[in-house]
C-alpha cells in the first residue's frame, strides 16, 4: 500500500513557537508511522482578513487557492494551533475560512475538508494547555467545515518546559499520546476511500 499523504501545518508564526515545535515533532511521528509528510508554514500562505464583500467582488487571493490545493493533495492533516482567549488563534481560523470558501467546478462546499482524515494538538504554558484551542478547533473543523477529526489529540502544557533540548516531549506518557495520534492518523488516511475524497 502507498504511505497515506500527511500534512502538516501550525498555527502559530511566533518565532520561538511551542506549536510549531509540537507540529514538527508530530511531522517526525508521522514519517517514523510511514506517512509522506509535508510541512508547511502559514507564513508562506499570508492571506487578507476574510472579509465576504471583498470575497464577493475579487474571489479568493491565489494564495488561498493555493492553501486549499495543498490541503486536497492530502489524506491526512495534523494541525497544532495555541489557545488565544480561550480559542484558536486568528491565523488559524482566518485560513481556514478561505479554504472554505474556494470552491472550483461543479465541486461541493467544503471539498478540502470531505474524505480526508485531520488530527488536532495544542502546546500552552498554561498548566491545562491548549484544551480550549482543541475544543474550538474541533468544533471548526467538524461542525463548520464537515471534517472527520479523529477522537485522539495531543494536549501539551506548561509547554516553556515541555521539550528538551532536541525538541522531543520530555514526559514520556505525552510523548507516547502524540505517536498514538500519528499512528492513528495515518491508520485512518490509509484506508480513506478515494471516492468519498472527491465527494
Ligand atoms: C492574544 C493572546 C491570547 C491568549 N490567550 C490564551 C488563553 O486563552 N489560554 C492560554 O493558555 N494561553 C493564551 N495565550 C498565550 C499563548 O497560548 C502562548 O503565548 C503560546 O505560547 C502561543 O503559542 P506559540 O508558542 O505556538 O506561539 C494567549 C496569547 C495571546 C497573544
Known sequence: MLAPKILVMAGSLRAASYNARLAALAAKELALAEADVSRISLADYPLPLLDADY???????RQAVA???????HQGVFITSPEYSAS????????IDWISRVREG????????????FAIGSASSAAAGGMRSLM??????????????????????????????MDNLKDESLAEAL?????????????????WREG
Open 55 to 61: 470575497l464577493a467582488e475579487a474571489g479568493p487571493p
Open 136 to 165: 474550538a478547533l474541533r468544533q471548526i473543523l467538524e461542525l463548520g467545515c464537515g471534517a472527520l477529526v479523529i477522537p485522539e489529540q495531543i494536549n501539551v502544557g506548561r509547554a516553556d518546559q515541555a521539550f528538551d533540548d
Open 106 to 117: 461543479n465541486e461541493p462546499a467544503y471539498a478540502a475538508f470531505k474524505g480526508r482524515v
Open 88 to 95: 484558536v488563534t486568528p491565523l488559524l481560523k482566518n485560513a
Open 67 to 73: 492553501l486549499k490545493h495543498m490541503v486536497a493533495a
Open 179 to 195: 505517536k498514538a495520534v500519528a499512528r492513528r492518523l495515518v491508520e485512518l488516511a490509509s484506508v480513506m476511500p478515494r471516492a
